[in-house]
């Protein structure tokens, strides 16, 4: 079983980036694609990003492309969310999943990101 | 991008209630299709996927079925546990979305 432990709260103003991280841990490690996605208060879970832990890569959606990298760690099984120009309608809960076959079998808590001025 | 939406919005059910819910798809994405339930503060869980593969640890009053584009969600015999909220998910093609989500509650 595998275990995602994200990382806490966040706080920024409109404009500013906003880095998130999801540590692994587990005895099945192998193969590993984790995800990234969010939901806004109220609102439908929204996919944003995936990384391959084997070997880095990375694929994102469309509409965050041109602000978000997802990167990882070499030292340990932790990937980062990184998002940028936060607006407004950034707030939301972000949570890292683990993938199979395209759906999301292990999630972590959760991160909240709150923009506000 | 493909469109999920979900009937109803909520449903108000009593415990020993049969429930359905649906979902639909913007075009043709059989079988990749998932649902999860959620309840407030925590994350989601997978509940079925492939459409009507029930995932492990997952009680056997859920079920779910559908194919081309319509999907349904149901429970058997309504239990206390079961109040939250549902999600459909396609996983046919990027970027994968969810459905808005049917809250089950108690009438």
């Known amino acids: 079983q595998v275990v995602l432990v994200q990382s806490g709260s966040e706080l920024r103003e409109p404009g500013a980036s906003v880095r998130l991280s999801c540590e692994a841990s587990?005895?099945?490690?192998?193969?590993?694609?984790v995800h990234w996605l969010r939901q806004a208060p109220g609102q439908r879970l929204e996919w944003m990003a995936w990384?391959?832990?084997?070997?880095?890569?990375?694929y994102s959606s469309p509409k965050f492309r041109s602000r978000v990298t997802v990167s990882r760690a070499t030292s340990a099984i932790t990937t980062y969310l990184h998002l940028g120009s936060l607006q407004s309608a950034d707030t939301a809960v972000y949570f890292c999943?683990?993938?199979?076959?395209?759906?999301?079998?292990?999630w972590g808590q959760g991160s909240q990101v709150t923009v506000s001025s | 991008d493909i469109e999920m939406t979900q009937s109803p919005d909520t449903l108000s059910a009593s415990i020993g209630d049969r429930v359905t819910i649906t979902c639909r798809a913007s075009?043709?994405?059989?079988?990749?299709l998932a649902w999860y339930q959620q309840k407030p503060g925590a994350a989601p869980k997978m509940l079925v996927h492939?459409?009507?593969r029930l995932e492990t640890g997952v009680p056997s009053r859920f079920s779910g079925g559908g194919s081309g584009t319509d999907f349904t969600l149901t429970i058997s015999s309504l239990q206390p546990d079961d109040f939250a909220t549902y999600y459909c998910?396609?996983?046919?093609?990027?970027?994968?979305?969810f459905g808005p989500g049917t809250t089950v509650d108690l009438k």
């Open positions: 999943a683990r993938e199979r076959g395209g759906t999301f079998i292990s």
């Open positions: 587990g005895d099945d490690l192998s193969d590993f694609i």
């Open positions: 990384i391959n832990f084997d070997n880095g890569n990375t």
């Open positions: 075009q043709t994405i059989s079988p990749w």
């Open positions: 492939r459409v009507s």
């Open positions: 998910q396609q996983y046919n093609s990027y970027p994968l979305t």
